[in-house]
DNA sequence: GTAAATACACCCAAATTGGGTGAGATTCAG
DNA sequence: CTGAATCTCACCCAATTTGGGTGTATTTAC
């Protein structure tokens, strides 16, 4: 597959650093398949401009002047949804990396990469991929491993896991086909391993220590 | 950095499929940065020999006789949890996947992929990272998004999320600093706009919908 | 063979939940 | 500017759920 010989992928920038912009801009309108149809240094001018620009993919910081990325990704997806967004960024924040992902970016670099990596990824994400730096895709698989030394039984973590999903006792018990006092026990057990008192403190505990 | 003027990355296969198998081992072999310690048709005698062999990397099937490789990799990682896992497969199911990812894969590769790219994957999950195929990458990225055509007003989302981690009313309100009676009023309408009647039911349907 | 895991039973009181109905204030789009 | 949606709070009621206590029996794993 060839982009050369077809429509040039539409980039719109959003980038507040001036040299960083100019040079995003400079590198991909180099290419033939690429051709950057705006570049703005914050998410508002972006946004009033996006639905008539019309990007096939935006490459977007996260630090900027008034609204942040995070916010520029959610609006974004609500009022042009059709755009790949790719976050590129200084930060490699575990937390900062998911709500960017969950407010809908397809890909996140960090900038430390070299500049081939960037026309790579918005090959890769129109492709149907999800560029990610390599460090960022590590965390991205960690996220959801588990623990293993949970210190709770097979049978705990089942019963944890569908309490974490507001069944009640009874509905576990029915889930499970054992009796609703046995379920009961094995809560009891649970709350005593993680040193709670409460469903609310227990899955809490239990997503932190990952053992659900 | 060069692997091939230090130790040679040990790798153990678990791949059901001779043909597969051998050819796996003569192109890693071929490559002077590793060394194919192990290659087993089952979990159960790769298992048993995982602490002599000490692998650096493991590539695992899923489909496999006896045991089947997500098991395979949750026992792996009890009782070897040094070993890197790349899973290879044809299995491109979206289920298969966060299994997989969640008993400790540290990556997913399809076997419709150039052998070029089995050697750079194991470079680069030695390396901090994650390899995976594209869909596989896009399929991760997108179980982080959420529905940008929710139902639920922001402010119904945000109980509902709360509620998914276990709290009770008493303790919404005390988080959203908005009384208790508030809460049960945004509830129902929760309900009336998911058509559910219980707690487990709407946690269920968000999740199911990526609304929360 | 001992410890952990799994399963079940009964007691009790406080808290939670779901459903109904109504209503004032604010915000936002047409 | 107006009406719809949202956010806020109130009171009624009954069934269910929850957390804590204590005890027991069987199976499994090391």
Redesign the pocket.
Known sequence: MSYQNTNPIKISLVEDDNIIREGFVMLLNENQGFRVVSAYNNCEDFLRNVQTDKPNVVLMDIELPGMNGIEGIERTKKIYPHAQIIVVTVYENDDLVFKALCAGAGGYLTKNMPSQRLIEAIREIMGGGAPMSTNIARLVVASFQKNHNSPL????TEVLELLSRGK????IAEG?F??K??V??H???I?WKLEV???AEAIEKAMKEKLI
């Open positions: 039984s097979s049978r705990e009640s006792y009874t509905n499970l054992i009796d006092e046995t009961r026990t809560i009891k057990n709350y008192h409460s469903k």
